[in-house]
């Protein structure tokens, strides 16, 4: 079995990553475009230093990059966590929606020229519930630029199941994925009360969901208690009396019954945790791949010895603008997957 998981680098793709690894002999591939709270130090290094492990650096709106990856990798499970990524829709509802919409699409059209995927799981969120009940079956109504997006993202996967019969499915996860990122999500909150989830709870539901993804169904993955959100920032900050709650209006009953599925961990420890907590870590090594137009001139060969001085990983073009075709440079950049591409030419001096 081989899995992709796009947007692996954050918290959740990480945590996702190390339980696929430590819990299945499956192959795993990550295709990330280390945009948001991504670091690839958070994906311990024995998983990094696999041969069952593979970062693709790039952006799911890369249609080609994707259906060369899915062949490539031959992919029978994909995972989506890009949708989550508030910070860039928060920055901007314009740039948000494009990604959250047009992404999820090439992502989708790819898997439907690739045909041989056998399921797929779109990590959402429970903010497309604004203020409706969170029952699966309720009508959305977010009342968010991030529920809105991604509402839009859930029907877009619909009329994929419905016009192409493809295996697709969505969990909503938790607002309160008690993450980093946990104060900075609560600060934009819409309501007075959270739900709360622990990652290691929220891997376990995805994991359940994604066996059973098919026909557009849907999955609450959350805890079973509300919190304050006042007091959870509070006790993030060092208060020592832990929140207020109460029975969550988040129903995750559809997923217990389908899918065996209940919030363990307590959240109360996590919540210990990330406040006893460091500052997150910043990658101190590179994750740049570098695509290297020009690399045999004299200003091209000290440049190259820079990058290995550095440990950043490169690939010296076998094409080259203006003498090979449009098409062969375009099929070379998709299969290297550059997360940067530099051209010397007519900077050197030498064979260019």
């Not at 690894?21 to 948001?36: A, F, H, P, Q």
């Not at 929606?97 to 797929?120: C, E």
């Not at 920032?233 to 995750?252: E, L, M």
Request: proline share 3%.
């Amino acid at each position: 079995m081989s899995y992709l998981v796009t947007g692996g680098l954050g918290s959740l793709g990480s945590a996702l990553i190390a339980h696929l690894y430590e819990n299945t002999s499956n192959r795993i591939t990550v295709l990330d475009n280390l945009k948001g709270r991504t670091d690839i130090l958070q994906i311990p290094q024995r998983i990094r230093e696999s041969d069952r492990f593979m970062l693709v650096i790039g952006d799911i709106g890369n249609e080609q990059l994707v259906l060369h990856t899915l062949k490539n990798e031959s992919v029978d499970v994909v995972i989506d966590c890009t949708a989550r990524d508030q910070s860039v829709i928060d920055r901007s509802p314009t740039c948000g929606a494009r990604n959250a919409i047009q992404g999820l699409t090439h992502l989708l059209n790819a898997i439907k020229d690739y045909g041989q995927l056998r399921r797929f799981l779109l990590v959402s969120c429970q903010t497309v519930y604004g203020l409706s009940d969170g029952v699966e079956s309720a009508p959305l109504t977010p009342v968010s630029w991030r529920g809105a997006a991604l509402m839009s993202a859930e029907a877009m996967l619909h009329s994929y199941v419905v016009s192409y019969q493809l295996p697709l499915a969505v969990v909503r996860l938790s607002f309160g994925l008690i993450n980093d990122s946990l104060e900075r999500r609560l600060d934009s909150s819409d309501t007075a009360n959270v739900n709360l989830i622990t990652v290691e709870d929220a891997v376990r539901g995805v994991v359940a969901a994604v066996e059973r993804a098919k026909n557009a169904e849907v999955w609450n993955i959350g805890g079973p208690r509300d919190y304050s959100v006042e007091e959870v920032k509070q006790f993030i900050n060092g208060k020592s009396s832990a929140p207020s709650s109460q029975h969550s209006k988040f129903s995750t009953e559809k997923a217990s019954k389908e899918l065996d599925f209940h919030a363990k961990n307590d959240v109360i420890k996590a919540l210990t945790a990330l406040r006893n907590s460091s500052q997150p870590i910043h990658s101190s090594g590179s994750v740049a791949k570098i695509l290297l137009y020009g690399s045999k001139g004299w200003i091209g060969r000290q440049f190259t010895q820079m990058l290995q001085e550095k440990n950043i990983a490169y690939v010296e073009a076998a094409t080259r603008p203006g003498s090979d075709t449009d098409d062969a440079i375009r099929e070379e950049i998709v299969r290297v997957a550059p997360s940067h591409v530099i051209s010397m030419i007519g900077r050197t001096q030498g064979e260019g």
